[in-house]
T-cell receptor
């Protein structure tokens, strides 16, 4: 199993650009989620999903969209990047109620 | 969502036991207590979880009070590699609810 994979590892955007952060898992996990982590801070939940076709907002959803068309993939879209979205983004997956498995992260800088 | 309280930082001498406390007084009856750690900028890593009974695995031991309002993670022989931020998170079981990380405890191991 590859576990949870995230692409890209690093990304630099200009203010106003849009992009999609990819997350995939091969463990047939129902639950997937996105977190952001600012320097020196804890993880904050952006969006999560409990299954294909079902998504919900976390603590800090503004400026981000998600969709879950398959069990394996959970992309995160930045609609119009802002410097405040400079952060490290982590994707995680689990069975419902189970142990969370995290990806290696995407380091995003918005200029 | 159950709230947790952890000390922001702790330190421990190498080779000694590190005892990390967590207060989760609002935990629901069917919620587990999960512990994760994050080393430097990597994705969080699962350590251990429990419901009522004390648990032990190759990484750590988990002591849960009888009223389930608090728990203690024990790293029996701390090494420099155990320097990390440790998170205590109620959740799991059959729950499909979102997983919220708090601020965690930054554990420093001194040589």
């Amino acid at each position: 199993n590859a576990g949870v994979t995230q692409t890209p590892k690093f990304q630099v955007l200009k203010t106003g650009q849009s992009m999609t952060l990819q997350c995939a898992q091969d463990m047939n996990h129902e639950y997937m989620s996105w977190y952001r982590q600012d320097p020196g801070m804890g993880l904050r939940l952006i969006h999560y999903s409990v299954g294909a076709g079902i998504t919900d907002q976390g603590e800090v959803p503004n400026g981000y969209n998600v969709s879950r068309s398959t069990t394996e993939d959970f992309p995160l879209r930045l609609l119009s990047a802002a410097p405040s979205q400079t952060s490290v983004y982590f994707c995680a997956s689990s069975l419902l109620g189970g142990t969370q498995y995290f990806g290696p992260g995407t380091r995003l800088t918005v200029l | 969502d159950a709230k947790t309280t952890q000390p922001p930082s702790m330190d421990c001498a190498e080779g000694r036991a590190a005892n990390l406390p967590c207060n989760h007084s609002t935990i629901s009856g069917n919620e587990y207590v999960y512990w994760y750690r994050q080393i430097h900028s990597q994705g969080p890593q699962y350590i251990i979880h429990g419901l009522k009974n004390n648990e032990t695995n190759e990484m750590a031991s988990l002591i849960i009070t009888e009223d389930r309002k608090s728990s203690t993670l024990i790293l029996p022989h701390a090494t420099l590699r155990d320097t990390a931020v440790y998170y205590c998170i109620p959740g799991g079981g059959s729950s499909a609810s979102k997983i919220i990380f708090g601020s965690g405890t930054r554990l420093s191991i001194r040589p």
